[in-house]
């Protein structure tokens, strides 16, 4: 059975399987101060004068910059089915964004569709007002508890571990009711741990607008089941008056195939079959499901200490409307 290992481990971890725990230095800032309130965007203090209500200029002060340590517990090498279990680049490029950008999430309530081991719900903290870290495999669910609790003590409530299967999604989110009841455990918490979706969840998920996803490119199938299951909760947000958005990261990874005799990244290439890049109104895109923007990941600062490469992408992604 082939198995998988993340290029984030090849010099962080020694040579094996199993469990291991990594220590990621981690550059922070205090653009958010304790009662929630975020800096706007380096651009933004630069570009836009603050004024107060005598018309004197405000001076707004950097962030100070911080260096901490997030703890993470992760499998190392993993066949298929468990590679969310492990911490790859995407999702690290990912963190780095939300940590630049904390202000486009502060207040918010967030999905990450395919937490892994829990390193987006750990950068993002408390700036949201909720986060909702979901996934379908158990081991990666127990992690990401773990995780979180480790990193961010003192959080219980303000950030759910869910357990979602793209490929059954609950019945609430395909506007049917209530969702279904599942339920998943491990041994170090008694035999069963509840992620099931509450009814205190279905109104909390009503005000969702951001959504989050990371390295979920792997095969066509699971892609294609990612995109049904993102389309459903746009679908969700908009039947409740709000505006989505997916904010994306991926690596495009590459392979040399007889057929061609030469290099291709097959499970991107049927990933943007699915996504517009130009306006909805444009042919030939018109029937996509999404439409994406670019992020230039260079305008990214650099937080995380892991190798950036080519393949690296960020992406917005809205409801192509003319899809339907």
């Known amino acids: 059975m082939d198995m998988f290992l993340s290029e984030v481990h090849v010099e962080s971890c020694p040579p094996g399987e199993g469990e291991w725990t990594t220590v990621f230095p981690v550059e922070t800032d205090d653009s958010c101060s304790d009662d929630g309130e975020c800096m706007p965007s380096r651009a ?11 018309g004197d200029l405000v001076v707004r002060r950097r962030p100070r910059k911080h260096r901490k340590n997030w703890t993470l517990r992760h499998f190392r090498k993993t066949i298929l089915k468990d590679v969310g279990t492990q911490v790859w680049r995407g999702a690290c490029l990912m963190s780095e964004f939300i940590l630049s950008r904390q202000d486009l999430f502060q207040g918010k309530t967030i999905v990450e569709l395919g937490c892994g081991v829990g390193l987006l719900g750990i950068a993002l903290g408390t700036i949201p007002q909720n986060v909702f870290l979901t996934d379908a495999n158990a081991q990666a669910l127990t992690l990401a508890e773990e ?154 600062p650099k937080k995380l200490g892991f190798e950036r490469t080519s393949d690296l992408e960020l992406w917005i992604l809205t409801p192509n409307h003319s899809s339907k």
């Open 147 to 300: 995780n979180v609790k480790a990193n961010l003590p003192g959080t219980d409530g303000h950030v759910r571990i869910r357990r979602l299967d793209w490929s059954q999604p609950p019945r609430f989110l395909l506007g049917a009711g209530e969702g279904t009841q599942i339920q998943t455990g491990d041994s170090r918490y008694g035999g069963t741990v509840n992620y099931d979706w509450s009814q205190e969840d279905m109104h909390t998920l009503q005000k969702t607008d951001t959504y989050l996803a990371a390295d979920v490119v792997f095969d066509d199938e699971m892609t294609d089941a990612f995109l049904a299951c993102l389309q459903a909760f746009f679908a969700l947000s908009i039947r409740h008056g709000n505006t989505p958005r997916c904010y994306m990261a991926l690596e495009k990874r590459m392979n040399f195939t007889i057929e061609d005799l030469e290099a291709r990244a097959p499970a991107y290439e049927h990933l943007m079959e699915f996504i517009a890049t130009k306006e909805p109104s444009d042919q030939p895109d018109a029937g996509k499901m999404f439409f994406g923007h670019p992020i230039p990941i260079d305008d990214v």
């Open 44 to 54: 933004s203090l630069d570009d836009v004068p603050i004024l107060d209500a005598d």
